[in-house]
């Protein structure tokens, strides 16, 4: 029995010991992430043909399953193309159930990445940002019908609801927000990889 028992201690502490996480650098500040997160990678090119003015946006949603001095290799549950040529949109999606898509990404092409905790936090995330707009729309309505109303009590019950719906807007598309890690561009700060 105490082999069993110390067996099974050894196993769950290499498991959870050799897990490594990503560190990304930023100035002097240094994030670590857990090995299992959820990843957002965005991937911008911009065609320089003057004749058919392209651009080309990748969005790959995986786990990063390693590091190499120049590049992330990805295991993929989804991968979005999207291309603007000449005013024209095109949207391509590949999804992998089984997350069994492996793909390789060069560190200098990456736009921004964002991290989610799991599967399930992302689409929470997602979910928000239109339940936040519309709260926030039938709020705006709702102030916006107290011209209407000619009671007073009325109109302060109106005025109350809408601010409370405009608020829980807002609070909504706050929480649907998750933070960008840049890694080119015009911004502040700069992210690199350790």
């Not at 965005?42 to 065609?47: A, E, F, M, N, P």
């Not at 651009?55 to 790959?60: I, K, R, S």
């Not at 990805?74 to 291309?83: A, E, N």
């Not at 608020?167 to 929480?175: D, S």
Request: proline letters at 2%.
């Amino acid at each position: 029995m105490t082999k069993i028992i110390l067996t099974s201690f050894l196993t769950a502490l290499a498991i959870f010991c050799s897990a490594q996480g990503i560190t990304i650098t930023k100035g002097n500040s240094h994030k670590t992430f857990k090995q299992n997160s959820i990843f957002k990678i965005y991937q911008k090119s911009i065609s320089t043909d003057l004749q058919n003015q392209c651009c080309e946006v990748g969005e790959y949603i995986g786990t990063i399953t390693s590091l190499s001095p120049d590049s992330l290799n990805l295991r993929l549950k989804s991968y979005t193309l999207k291309k603007n040529v000449n005013e024209v949109q095109m949207e391509s999606i590949l999804y992998s159930l089984p997350e069994t898509m492996s793909m390789t990404i060069s560190k200098k092409d990456i736009d921004y990445l964002q991290r989610y905790k799991s599967y399930k936090s992302l689409k929470v995330k997602e979910n928000l940002m239109p339940l936040g707009s519309i709260l926030l729309f039938t709020g705006l309505v709702t102030g916006i019908n107290t011209v209407f109303v000619k009671d007073k009590k009325g109109k302060n019950a109106l005025l109350t609801s809408g601010g409370i719906q405009i608020g829980a807007g807002i609070t909504l598309l706050i929480a649907s927000k998750s933070r960008k890690y840049h890694f080119q561009g015009d911004h502040k700060e700069i992210c690199t990889f350790q």
